[in-house]
């Protein structure tokens, strides 16, 4: 009886010690114990989106799951903002991210949990609603992290923070959280981490982009004026749609010629919106741009050509007045802090391997994560793979496209994604909390 004891004691300290040595390695098991609960709450949400600034029975469902574990929870931080606090003794803290926001896109995808929720948005308008960018992928696997955590507090010290943000798609939630008090009425983060899952990557590997990995994004309106009349008479006109014409054209040079050529940047108009006849010459011609680039001297030098130009081709076209450049909208970049995002993805690779590590090139999209590292914390975020291998690789090699974010067919390979993204929190945040 003795020596069976002494061998219990034996094969139960060498375990201890296994998971003392390997404290980011949430074992499989308990990732396939947990998993139920993290896609029945992935289904309800693709199946219920809610659009920006609208999310309140997302926030609610969030909030209800993460009081079921035991967090310390605070709802309405920054509108719908969810905060679920977990203390568990002295060390470092940290913030994982999740977006509660979905899109107002019509899913095609043909999925038995599709959604076909239509509402009214801001302007009165019916319109579809999907998450068609994958934040219910990232909430319902924060909420597994979440368990986890929670199940095996004895193996980490510090304090998680699970933050459910609204408004992502609308660049405004992270802002309006801080502003809230996220970062003073709770711990503040040691760091922040958070997933964007992608078609560029199979499910079952992850990719780490250490510095900008996505670009800051301004929303611009410019609106020049003309003189309207008959489009029979254009003497007596100033048509604004020539000079939004050659506006447009003019912005073109801005990129290549005045920015540095291995500097990013992106000028895009996406809409024109001028005149309601054939045979009516306007007075008013609006045109909405998006403005991307990585570095903040790049993105000054940008806006400022982009008023300067405007209001040049006005006035060569003798227009009555100059025209009005708004901002409508702005957020900075991604940057992940390389020292950081390199020590995860070390630890990454001893979890998953080294094949499912990829290392990743910054995108021009953009993501208002970016706001907690302009509030002062050290950021990172990974891209989740999310395509079913057997597709990826079979447009890999047909050079096929295959959906991605804001795509109404956009479909992540549901189980893979879904643990694959825990087993990267997992071993993410507990490497992050296994030090000062």
């Known amino acids: 009886m003795n020596a069976m004891k002494r061998l219990l004691l034996l094969l139960l300290s060498l375990s201890v010690a296994s998971w003392a040595a390997e404290p980011w390695r949430a074992p499989s098991t308990q990732i396939d114990a947990v998993y139920p609960q993290v896609e029945a709450l992935y289904l309800d949400l693709h199946r219920n989106?809610?659009?920006?600034?609208?999310?309140?029975?997302t926030a609610a469902k969030i909030a209800d799951q993460l009081r079921k574990l035991g967090y310390d929870v605070t709802t309405g931080?920054?509108?719908?903002?969810?905060?679920?606090?977990?203390?568990?003794?002295?060390?470092?803290?940290?913030?994982?991210?999740?977006?509660?926001?979905?899109?107002?896109?019509?899913e095609k995808t043909g999925l038995p949990y599709a959604s076909h929720v239509t509402t009214h948005d801001d302007r009165g308008v019916e319109v579809p609603v999907m998450h068609a960018c994958g934040h219910d992928l990232h909430m319902a696997i924060g909420i597994g992290t979440a368990a986890l955590l929670a199940q095996n507090k004895d193996r980490w010290r510090g304090t998680f923070i699970y933050v459910g943000q609204p408004a992502e798609e609308r660049i405004g939630g992270a802002k309006a959280m801080i502003k809230e008090g996220l970062f003073t009425r709770f711990p503040k983060p040691d760091f922040a981490f958070a997933v964007h899952d992608s078609n560029g990557l199979p499910a079952g590997k992850v990719g780490y982009t250490p510095g900008f990995s996505a670009s800051n994004a301004d929303s611009v309106n410019v609106t020049v004026y003309g003189v309207g009349g008959h489009g029979s008479a254009p003497q007596e006109t100033v048509d604004p749609i020539v000079i939004a014409a050659r506006t447009i054209v003019s912005w073109q040079t801005i990129v290549s010629r005045e920015i540095d050529p291995q500097e990013p940047a992106v000028i895009t108009v996406g809409t024109i919106h001028g005149g309601t006849k054939n045979n009516i010459i306007p007075d008013e011609v609006l045109m909405q741009l998006t403005v991307r680039s990585y570095k903040d001297e790049v993105r000054k030098h940008l806006l400022a050509a982009i008023e300067r130009i405007a209001v040049a081709e006005a006035a060569a076209a003798g227009a009555p007045k100059k025209p009005l450049v708004q901002l409508m909208e702005g957020?900075?970049?991604?940057?992940?802090?390389?020292?950081?995002?390199?020590?995860?993805?070390?630890?990454?690779?001893?979890?998953?391997?080294d094949a499912n590590v990829v290392?990743?090139?910054?995108?021009?999209?953009s993501d208002d994560f970016a706001e907690y590292r302009f509030g002062g914390v050290p950021s990172v975020m990974l891209e989740l793979g999310a395509v079913n291998p057997a597709k990826y690789a079979e447009a890999m090699k047909s050079?096929?496209?295959l959906p991605g974010p804001h795509s109404p067919y956009f479909a992540p390979d549901r189980e893979p994604s879904l643990k694959t993204g825990i087993e990267?929190?997992?071993?993410?945040?507990?490497e992050l909390m296994s030090k000062p």
């Open 399 to 401: 050079g096929g496209a």
């Open 331 to 353: 957020v900075g970049a991604v940057y992940n802090d390389p020292q950081i995002t390199n020590r995860v993805a070390e630890r990454l690779k001893q979890v998953m391997g």
């Open 49 to 57: 989106p809610e659009l920006s600034y609208h999310e309140e029975k």
């Open 424 to 430: 990267v929190e997992m071993a993410a945040i507990l």
């Open 359 to 365: 290392l990743g090139r910054p995108i021009m999209a």
């Open 77 to 106: 931080v920054g509108g719908n903002g969810v905060v679920g606090v977990f203390k568990n003794g002295s060390g470092p803290v940290v913030m994982l991210r999740a977006e509660l926001d979905a899109l107002p896109v019509p």
